[in-house]
């Protein structure tokens, strides 16, 4: 079997248990000679990776450029618990490859044989995985590929979130626009939970098939709500003692960090800086994953079995 990347264009477009117009000058030159808008650059090229898993199963993979970032939020921000201070400048030092899509059923079911999620559908995300799980699978498709396959880092993921942006979500500040991105604890959902968003519709009642929704502006699905997305760190109540370049979280713990919300939280749950925790040995309806790959793994790789 063989791996590759390719070449392709982007188009750009929380746990179940807790919750035009513009300004117009007239001009009496001819209209050929008015000066025109400056058109926008054209959408850059963007590296992916497809691993094929077997059985026609794939999972496809994009590149996540090396920079720096600001990790946690500022003391303004609406709904920041003091887990996500002190806000600091993080270095990601190396592009790596992260999946386009939360790990779903199928590719799970075909690596693990198993499909232990309680939402069943091939193209819906995996949950009622645990930490240990996650790592299981990482280990067994990195054997499989022959390349290193694991969960991000929670700086890698926060990075990845925002694409560049600064504001409470990847797509601005605002809760109500979150149902065109994530998919959370809203009018879709069944009745019974007192944090209910009755204002607004995201079409899901518990998880959604991957990629339903708008993508973030480097091409990443579900970022926001869906299932929460296990990370590799320790969880540490804050960012006290953390390093500024490719930070990897404390040296030891009881909790591993969780990312991104879920389809029965609260919209502020699924911010890009929000930092939830969880026992590695746990799982729940609303908690699953994301992989990446080291951007090292390039080329066409004779991968085993």
């Known amino acids: 079997m063989k791996t590759s990347i390719g070449i392709a264009m982007i188009v750009l477009g929380g746990a179940w248990w807790a919750l035009a117009g513009g300004c117009s000058?007239?001009?009496?030159?001819p209209a050929a000679k008015r000066a025109q808008p400056a058109a926008k650059p054209a959408p850059q090229p963007a590296k992916e990776?497809?691993?094929?898993?077997?059985?026609?199963?794939?999972?496809?993979?994009?590149?996540?450029?090396a920079g720096k970032f600001m990790m946690g939020t500022p003391d303004g921000e609406k709904n920041r618990p003091p887990s996500?201070?002190?806000?600091?400048?993080?270095?990601?030092?190396?592009?790596?490859?992260?999946?386009?899509?939360?790990?779903?059923?199928?590719?799970?079911?075909?690596?693990?044989?198993?499909?232990?999620?309680?939402?069943?559908?091939?193209?819906?995300?995996?949950?009622?995985?645990s930490w240990d799980d996650a790592v299981e699978f990482c280990k067994k498709l990195s054997q499989k590929t022959g390349m290193t396959v694991r969960l991000p880092t929670e700086a890698e993921w926060e990075y990845a979130c925002r694409a560049?942006?600064?504001?409470?979500?990847?797509?601005?500040?605002?809760?109500?626009?979150?149902?065109?991105?994530?998919?959370?604890?809203?009018?879709?959902?069944?009745?019974?939970?007192?944090?209910?968003?009755?204002?607004?519709?995201?079409?899901f009642d518990k998880t959604a098939p991957v990629g339903s929704l708008k993508p973030n502006d480097w091409g990443l699905y579900?970022?926001?709500?869906?299932?929460?997305?296990?990370c590799s760190d320790w969880y540490a109540y804050s960012y006290a003692d953390a390093k500024s370049q490719d930070p990897q979280g404390p040296d030891s713990g009881t909790k591993r960090v969780m990312r991104?919300?879920?389809?029965?939280?609260?919209?502020?749950?699924?911010?890009?800086?929000?930092?939830?925790?969880?026992?590695?040995?746990?799982?729940?309806g609303g908690l699953g994953f994301r992989v990446v790959v080291s951007d090292r793994n390039r080329g066409q790789i004779e991968a085993p079995g």
């Open 164 to 203: 560049g942006s600064k504001t409470r979500f990847s797509f601005g500040d605002k809760d109500e626009d979150l149902c065109k991105y994530g998919n959370y604890c809203d009018k879709s959902n069944t009745p019974g939970r007192p944090w209910q968003d009755k204002d607004h519709n995201d079409g």
């Open 25 to 29: 000058e007239q001009s009496s030159a």
């Open 260 to 284: 991104g919300g879920s389809w029965s939280m609260k919209p502020w749950y699924a911010r890009s800086a929000y930092r939830g925790d969880f026992k590695p040995d746990a799982s729940h």
């Open 222 to 230: 579900d970022m926001h709500g869906n299932v929460w997305e296990w």
């Open 49 to 65: 990776l497809t691993l094929d898993l077997g059985n026609k199963v794939t999972m496809k993979l994009v590149q996540i450029p």
């Open 84 to 129: 996500e201070s002190p806000q600091h400048e993080v270095t990601i030092s190396s592009p790596f490859f992260m999946g386009v899509y939360e790990l779903t059923q199928e590719q799970y079911e075909q690596i693990i044989g198993t499909n232990p999620s309680e939402f069943k559908g091939p193209k819906n995300p995996v949950e009622t995985v």
